[in-house]
C-alpha cells in the first residue's frame, strides 16, 4: 500500500503512523437510521416528524445535541437552553427507537472497506473517534465487522471532552505512542477539522458527509476528497 503523493510529500514516503477516523459521514450513512430514530421519538411525543434533510444538518455533535434540535425544529439557541428534564424523556424514546433500527439502513461509503481493509494489512493503526455514545457505536462496528480493525475506539462518552475539542484525538495518540505531527484526521465536519487543527493534526476531508449543510472546505481541511481511496496511491 502507497499513500497518494500529497500526504507522502507531508508526511514522507511511509505515510502517517497512525490515522484517526470519524464514523458518521465519513464511513457510513447513518442518517436513515437516525431519522428513523428521531421520527420515531417525535412521534411518540406527539410531534410533527423532522424527515431526513433536517436530521442530515443537525448531527455531528452527539445525541443529546441531535435531540435537543429535532425538538427546537433546528433553533441552536433554543437547542441549547433547553432544561435537561425536556430532554430525559425525549432521550429515552430516542435511545429504545435507535438501539432497534441501528442495523437496518447504516452502510459503508463506496471506498470505505477496501480503504480500512488495505491500512489494516499494511499496519497502519487506526483509531475511530465519534462522537457517537458507545451503547450505539459498538453493536453498530460489531454488525459492520469492523470492531477489530481498530486499535483503539473512542467514543462521545469515554472522555471529559468530545469533538470539536482537540483532547481525544490527543488520546488517541497519546495512547498509540505517536506524535500528533505523524498522524491523520479523517472527517467529514468542521467538528473533525476543528479539533484536528486544535491538535497539530493533518486533516482529511469526505465531501459527501453530514457538515450541517455547509461546505467542508470552508474548514480549510489540509486535503479533500470524493472517496478515501483517493488517498491512496
Known amino acids: 500500500m502507497r499513500w497518494n503523493a500529497a500526504l507522502q510529500q507531508h508526511f514522507g514516503s511511509n505515510g502517517p503512523q497512525l490515522v484517526l477516523l470519524d464514523l458518521d459521514g465519513t464511513l457510513i450513512d447513518s442518517v436513515p437510521d437516525l431519522t428513523t430514530a428521531v421520527d420515531a421519538m417525535l412521534a411518540g411525543l406527539k410531534r410533527p416528524l423532522a424527515g431526513t434533510e433536517n436530521v442530515s444538518h443537525w448531527i455531528g455533535n452527539g445525541a443529546d445535541a441531535l435531540i435537543r434540535r429535532a425538538l427546537c425544529r433546528g433553533d441552536e439557541t433554543a437547542a441549547q437552553a433547553l432544561p435537561a428534564a425536556d430532554v430525559q424523556p425525549a432521550r429515552a424514546l430516542f435511545d429504545q427507537a435507535y438501539l432497534q433500527a441501528l442495523h437496518q439502513a447504516t452502510g459503508a461509503y463506496p471506498g470505505v472497506e477496501e480503504f480500512l481493509q488495505r491500512l489494516q494489512q ?43 475539542s482537540p483532547l481525544p484525538l490527543l488520546h488517541a495518540c497519546e495512547q498509540q505512542q505517536v506524535a500528533p505531527a505523524q498522524a491523520l484526521m479523517i472527517g467529514d465536519s ?8 486544535a491538535a497539530g493534526i493533518a ?25 478515501l481511496l483517493q488517498l491512496l496511491a
Open 122 to 164: 499494511a499496519g497502519v493503526p487506526m483509531v475511530l473517534i465519534t462522537n457517537k455514545p458507545r451503547l450505539f457505536t459498538l453493536p453498530l462496528l460489531e454488525s459492520l465487522g469492523w470492531l477489530e480493525l481498530f486499535a483503539l475506539v473512542l467514543c462521545a462518552d469515554d472522555l471529559a471532552e468530545k469533538k470539536p
Open 190 to 197: 468542521r467538528n473533525d477539522m476543528q479539533a484536528a487543527q
Open 203 to 227: 486533516c482529511a476531508a469526505v465531501t459527501y458527509g453530514y457538515n450541517h449543510g455547509a461546505d467542508i472546505a470552508d474548514s480549510a481541511p489540509d486535503w479533500v476528497v470524493d472517496n
